[in-house]
Each structure stands twice: as C-alpha cells, then as structure tokens.
C-alpha cells in the first residue's frame, strides 16, 4: 500500500525502568490510506498510548520508522491533532477559546474572523452551539469531550489521534458521541487512528480494527469493516455486526493469553 | 457584594469583641492582666499618629518583604518544579530552612547588618514567608497532568510556550493559596524584626513602649492594629485571586 497517510513500520519500543528494559511493541506495523480511520483495540498496557505518543512524534520509536504524508516523523508536527480520554480543557478559557488553542500555536492562513468561524462551526456540528462563552466546568463530561474533539480538529489537521477519547463517557453519552463522529468526518474528512477498549466503537467508527498482542505488542489480527454511508446505531445489532464482535472478542481473549491462538489450540 | 456579605463578618465580630469585653468584666481583670474592647478607643486617640506613622512603616516594609518571597518564592519553585534533580536537591535544604525559628535568625541579621532596620526586616518578613510559595509552585508545576503538555508539544510548541499558556496559569489557584498563608507569616516576620530590634519603627516598637511604659491598653491595641492590616492585606490577596485566578472558583449552581 504505497498510498498510506499513516505508515507504522516495524516499530519497535521498550521503557527502560528499574527492572531492565520494558519492550511495549515488537515490530508492529499498520497503515492507514488518507481518508482512512483505523481502531487499534488490544489488552490493557499492551502499548496503545505509546503508539499514539509515536505518532505524534511525541517520542522516537527504538527501532522501525513512522511515516506520515512521505515524511518520517522524528518530531511533533503541526499536521497532527490529537485528543485524549481527558478532554484536557483549559478551564481559565472559554470553550471557544479553548477549541482556538491550536491556531496560536501552529501557522494558519485563516484570519482571525475566520478562525473564530470555523470555531463557531465546529462546535455547532458537535451540538455545542451556544456554550461558546462558557467555561469547561460548566459543561459535562460528554461536552467537554465534544469541545476537545473541536480543538483536534481546528487547524485542519492531516491525521487525528484519539487516545480513548469516549473511555470516561457513560454508555449514552458514548453512543451519541459515536455519531457525532461520523457527522464531524462527513464534512471534515480526515485520517484517523482511534485507541480504544470498546469493540462496538471500533467496528462502528472505524473501517478497519486492528487487534494488537499482549505486551509486547505486534500486530495480531486485522479485520476490515465495509462502510457504505453513515451507519446508525441499528447496524450494531445486525448478526453481521454479531459476528464481527464474537471474532474480535476472541481475538482478545487470544491477546490476553485467556485463550490459545488457533495454532496452538491443536 | 451583597449586604449579607458585608454584615456577617461585621456582626461577627461585634460578637467577638462583646465576649472580650464580657470575659474581662466578669472576671474582674484589671486592664495590666487583660485589657477590654472598652480601653481601646482611648489608646487609640492619645497616641492616632504613631499608630498612622508606625502602621505605615509596619505595611511598607510588610509588603516589599512579600514581593521579595513572591519573586524568590516563585523562581525557586519553577526550577523545582521543572526539575527532578533540582527538586531533590533543593528540598531538604528549604525545609531544614523553614524549620529554624525566624525568631532565633533575628539577633543574627541584626548582627550582620546592624543599623540597616528597613533591610533587617524586610529580610525577615521575605524569609519567613517565601516557603510556601515556593512549595506551591513547584507543586502545581511537577503536578501538571502530561496531557497538557501533549496537547502543545504535539502540534510543536516550545517549553516556554507551553509555560505561558498553560502551566503557569494553572498554578495561580496554588500560588494564590500559598500566598495567603505567605501575608499573615511577612507580619509576623516584620514585627518579630521590629520589636527585637531596638530602633523605634513600626507597630512592634509601639507594642514595645507600650510594654516598658507598662501601657496596656496600648498593647492590646496595637495587636488590634495588626489584625487589622492583616486582614486588609489579606484581602487584597484575595482581590487579586479573583482577578487573576477566578476561574477556579466554582459557581455555585
């Protein structure tokens, strides 16, 4: 796939720490077309937040390279937004003036009017019009991390990391979120990595769900979702979905050494 | 403001001040044990000009001693809070520092730069008063959660960007903390300077002629004076938080 946006080969990480070296992936490696959104699902500490780290340029991989737009990523870029399973809001701003963070940081050609447009519009996709000129303790937690969503998006980013952004939400508030995503990708296309623990989100936002191993992580199982339209919340309880799921979840279970790969099983 | 927000403290403290007076009065205290709300109101008028002069020299000095802790206090807790090392190394020696009784280090600097009273006390009202600053800041600082910074640093802003727009305006509710607890400490560090130290500035040399001129309503109304000062420059703190920091402060829904 010569055409990937995101392009992970081979990396491989360890943490040092007192014990010895720590490796958290060994040899993984994914790519993501432009316009693609990959869910990277996989046991808890297998190493998903230090790919995003990785991706964002945020740390250097040990051995392998990553790859954004042609480029190899040896430090952050503007091209990147990211938001975490802590919205992470700035509660001395307003949350418009929070989503606008990034553009004083990055170079935008915008001017100031249409920044604050685009703000504006951003915020009404995600259903927050009229909390501009609030504060983020105002807010929930759900429209809090609709905000924060707001501020990845912003400066038009290439690739957007999500780091389990839904994980602290109760089960509505996620659902509703999960549609809102589809909304914010129908009119600001973008290309995606999600982390997640939640096997319905990943088949349902992403086109492609890539199970990770237990630690030290590699990739193990990579299953891809056709998507013909905005799916609703329907589509979760079809027996395709069901299948989907019962593989997934067998996947994790494998990843977690609860149950033995196909191989070994004989 | 509202009326009930003036009105509470004022009846409080009528009702603080009727206790004294009814505590000396049943007790029968004559006024060398303990004086009363009542004796006050004569000390005050006989000696007004002293209490505006030394009140004045008491306050200034207070208050350059406490832009000095702010200044030190602030420096020293960015270096600790950015720096694990520095952090480490700087700790024990702040608090073995803050655990010496100011009113020991006194008779020392008084030795070491004698006659310079204006500087002897604001030295002292800044060193008793710069520790919790510094705790607070390098606190707030190294308790930074790393998502703040991710979010900066992965679209490339430096360190001091990152500084500026987030992690300083975070620390201001802890500083704003510290600082409270720092005013009341600079006057007990200018008094603790001026009544030790025999050259007549300042309200602790006005409670000290009270004490040899065995004036004691004087006394009693000098500490008065400074609860006074105290509490106005307390809130002037508090002002200057709800300016600067009053985002923090949850409204009440």
Avoid at chain 1, 238 to 266: F, M, S, Y
Avoid at chain 2, 12 to 19: R, S
Avoid at chain 2, 114 to 121: E, I, K, P, R, Y
Wanted: proline share 6%.
């Amino acid at each position: 796939m010569g055409e990937a946006l995101i392009d992970i080969k081979g990396v491989t990480h360890a943490y040092a720490t007192e014990a010895g070296p720590l490796p958290v992936l060994d040899n993984l490696n994914i790519s993501v077309p432009e316009g693609g959104f990959v869910a990277v699902v996989g046991p808890s500490g297998c190493g998903k937040s230090t790919l995003t780290r990785l991706i964002a340029g945020l740390m250097k991989p040990d051995t392998g390279e990553v790859w954004l737009h042609g480029e190899r990523v040896k430090s952050p870029r503007s091209t990147v937004g990211m938001a975490f399973q802590n919205p992470v809001l700035l509660e001395w701003r307003t949350i418009l003036k929070n989503v606008m963070l990034p553009l004083e940081i990055v170079s935008t050609p915008m001017s100031k009017r249409e920044q604050e447009e685009r703000a504006r519009h951003l915020l009404e996709l995600v259903g927050l019009k009229g909390f501009e000129d609030k504060r983020p303790s105002e807010l929930s937690g759900g429209m809090r991390q609709r905000a924060s969503l707001c501020r990845s998006l912003i400066h038009k980013p290439e690739v957007l990391i999500l780091d389990e952004p839904f994980g602290a939400l109760d089960a509505f508030t996620r659902e509703d979120l999960w549609q809102t995503m589809h909304r914010l990708k129908a009119e600001e296309p973008f290309t995606g990595v999600l982390i997640t623990h939640d096997l319905r989100e990943s088949i349902f936002l992403a086109d492609q769900v890539v199970v990770l191993s237990g630690r030290p992580a590699t990739t193990q199982y990579v299953m891809d979702i056709p998507r013909e339209g905005i799916p609703t919340l329907d589509d979760l309880y079809t027996p395709e979905a069901a299948d989907r799921l019962n593989i997934l979840r067998h996947q994790i279970e494998i990843a977690q050494g609860r149950a033995p790969a196909e191989e070994a099983a004989e | 403001m509202s009326f009930r927000k003036v009105a509470v403290p004022l009846v409080a403290m009528v009702i603080f001040l009727a206790l004294w007076e009814l505590l000396v009065w049943a007790n029968g205290w004559p006024n060398y044990i303990m004086a009363s709300p009542s004796d006050l109101p004569a000390a005050y008028s006989r000696f007004w000009e002293l209490f505006l002069v030394m009140g004045w020299q008491t306050l200034w000095r207070t208050v350059v001693g406490l832009l000095l802790a702010i200044a030190f206090g602030v420096l020293i807790g960015m270096i600790m809070g950015f720096s694990r090392t520095m952090r480490d190394a700087l700790y024990p020696l702040l608090v073995g520092f803050n655990a010496i009784p100011k009113a020991t280090v006194v008779p020392i600097v008084a030795l070491l730069f004698v006659g310079a009273h204006d500087f002897n006390t604001i030295l002292i009202a800044f060193m008793i008063s710069f520790f919790p600053i510094a705790v607070s800041v390098s606190i707030g600082l190294s308790t930074l959660e790393p998502e703040y910074r991710d979010i900066l640093r992965s679209l490339g802003a430096s360190q001091s960007t990152i500084f500026w727009k987030i992690a300083l305006p975070k620390t201001l509710p802890e500083f704003f903390g510290a600082l409270k607890v720092a005013v009341t400490l600079a006057f007990i560090g200018t008094n603790l300077m001026e009544i030790v130290s025999p050259h007549g500035r300042g309200l602790g040399a006005l409670f000290d002629s009270g004490k040899t001129n065995s004036d004691y309503p004087l006394m009693f109304a000098v500490l008065i004076a400074l609860a006074f000062l105290g509490i106005v420059l307390y809130y002037v703190v508090v002002a200057l938080e709800k300016v600067f920091a009053g985002w923090a402060e949850r409204q009440p829904t």
